[in-house]
């Protein structure tokens, strides 16, 4: 898994590749914790490059998800595709997060 | 059926990959989707991890995973030797909750079932037995 930052004047885009899985999950939530711990509390995470997510990931973004709920932030998802896409249908993610098709439609519904 | 991939190995996280790596290379082999491998990838993960977490953490014991392939049908059975643990039995999540009120974990099982066109378990004398099957289409809900 592979984690690049940049910096939008709203929110800090986070762009994701690689996997999301059991062994790699707690790097993301340990990453994007230390960017709450630095004043973040607006995020797009964009996914377009993630190739597989499983529940440890999906764990680890509720659980940073909860987090930046009490400081009155929160993660918007961008670019999702297959795999990944499906996963969160199934897991009723798209009801609890807001999911846009690119990075600016992201930052433009916050 | 004929058996096509068998690993057995200490059930530890650090043998996830190991792990996935031969159920992938057993489905491509007998010729599945990437699409449908990458359902295989996320049941296997999902039934391997509960066994690391729950079966017997402080002193892990073998896992032991085997795929076989018949009637067009891809089977992987996984064989643990923790304590009793039926992953069908599990109560479905609530997709309908919030971000506050969703608990942390509890979709995993619930993944395996949507993905896998069968799900059956079955407890042996001191070992856990979980079969997941795939057909060669996308399963449909």
Excluded at chain 1, 47 to 66: D, N, P, Q, T, V
Excluded at chain 1, 88 to 109: T, V
């Amino acid at each position: 898994m592979n984690i690049a930052v940049k910096k939008e004047s709203n929110a800090l885009v986070v762009t994701v590749s690689g996997r999301m899985d059991a062994v790699t999950a707690p790097e993301f939530e340990k990453s994007i914790s230390g960017f709450i711990a630095q004043g973040e509390k607006v995020f797009v995470i964009n996914l377009s490059g993630l190739e597989y997510i499983s529940s440890a990931g999906l764990r680890s973004i509720l659980a940073c998800a909860k987090r930046l709920k009490e400081l009155a932030g929160k993660l918007i998802f961008s670019g999702l595709q297959g795999h990944v896409k499906e996963v969160f249908a199934i897991s009723g993610f798209h009801g609890i997060f807001k999911i846009c098709d690119s990075d600016a439609e992201g930052l433009r519904a916050i | 059926m004929s058996s096509i991939g068998h690993i057995k190995i200490r059930a530890v996280l650090e043998n996830l990959q190991a792990i996935m790596d031969c159920v992938t290379a057993a489905a491509a082999a007998a010729g599945f989707s990437a699409r449908r491998i990458g359902d295989m990838e996320l049941a296997v993960e999902e039934a391997v991890t509960n066994v690391f977490k729950y079966a017997s953490p402080l002193d892990p014991g073998e896992i032991e995973v085997a795929c076989a392939c018949g009637k067009g049908r891809f089977s992987i059975e996984i064989r643990d030797s923790g304590r009793e643990f039926d992953i069908t039995k599990l109560p479905s999540p609530d997709l309908s909750q919030g971000i506050s009120d969703r608990p942390i974990g509890g979709l995993g099982a619930y993944l395996i079932m949507e993905t896998a066109d069968d799900v059956t378990y079955r407890r042996l004398p001191g070992f856990n037995v979980l079969t997941l099957s795939f057909d060669p289409e996308i399963k449909k809900s």
